[in-house]
């Protein structure tokens, strides 16, 4: 139940106090999303650690003057693969044979066949599949820094060509995707932090389904849970 309860205490901090992160919990959180889970094992994203106080600045301008940028100890930039490519696919194989001592070939076929299915789709299709991936390390940050008691506010409201720019991820091979700023709540200056989490309630978040139910479902839509077809 810890993580549970580790999840009910962290909120998307709207003020922080500039108090500074441990390195230890840092690379706690780091290592977490490192772990995180990736389509066919590629990770096709990184992570940018920033906490000099010029550059959060700048960065603050292009985050619409969320103060969380400057007050935070330590900025998290996601960035995600601008496309996939053969090379990268196979460069992210190789090192994985390498780390088992097993030959680059053992894989080939599912290799080929994963290149094969990705490179007859769009770059933009690339992008957005690349992204979607960072944002699963994102999350595992996120629960990371619950457990280890430092608030993270979650961001997706900055302009990121103009942070490309600054960051110099243009040309790089990466996108920037997601902003995560790790702190300390300011318990006296934000709004937010004594108010009651709210979720969708349980009965209307999940929903079991049995083949029966899929079956029906090809007839009549449903409504909210199973079993409730639309009339």
């Known amino acids: 139940m810890s993580l549970l309860n580790d999840l009910q205490w962290r909120y998307a901090t709207k003020k ?5 992160v441990p390195q230890d919990k840092l690379d706690y959180i780091l290592e ?4 995180a889970p990736s389509s066919s094992g590629l990770q096709p994203y990184k992570i940018i650690v920033i906490s000099d106080e010029a550059l959060l600045t700048k960065i603050k301008d292009l985050a619409w003057n969320q103060n969380q940028i400057i007050d935070c100890s330590h900025l998290l930039v996601f960035a995600a693969w601008d496309k996939y490519t053969e ?10 044979m390498d780390e088992r001592d097993l030959p680059h070939s053992t894989m080939d076929d599912y290799k080929n066949n994963l290149w094969g299915m990705y490179s007859q789709l769009s770059e933009e299709w690339h992008v957005h599949h690349a992204s979607k991936q960072s944002y699963i390390s ?7 820094a619950a457990e280890q008691k430092v608030d993270a506010t979650p961001m997706e409201g900055f302009l990121p060509e103009k942070l490309d720019e600054l960051l110099k991820l243009k ?10 700023p790790l702190g300390y709540r300011e ?4 709004w937010l932090v004594n108010m009651k989490k709210i979720r969708t309630p349980k009965e209307e978040f999940i929903t079991e389904m049995t083949i029966d139910d899929a079956a ?3 007839t009549e839509p449903m409504d909210k849970t199973i079993g409730d077809p639309k009339k």
């Open 171 to 180: 040309g790089s091979g990466y996108k920037s995707t997601l902003l995560l």
């Open 87 to 96: 090379e990268r696919i196979t460069e992210v194989f190789n090192y994985t």
């Open 32 to 35: 977490a999303a490192r772990l």
């Open 187 to 190: 318990n006296e200056n934000d």
């Open 216 to 218: 029906n479902l090809e």
């Open 138 to 144: 994102f999350s595992m940050a996120i629960a990371a």
């Open 16 to 20: 922080m106090n500039g108090k500074k």
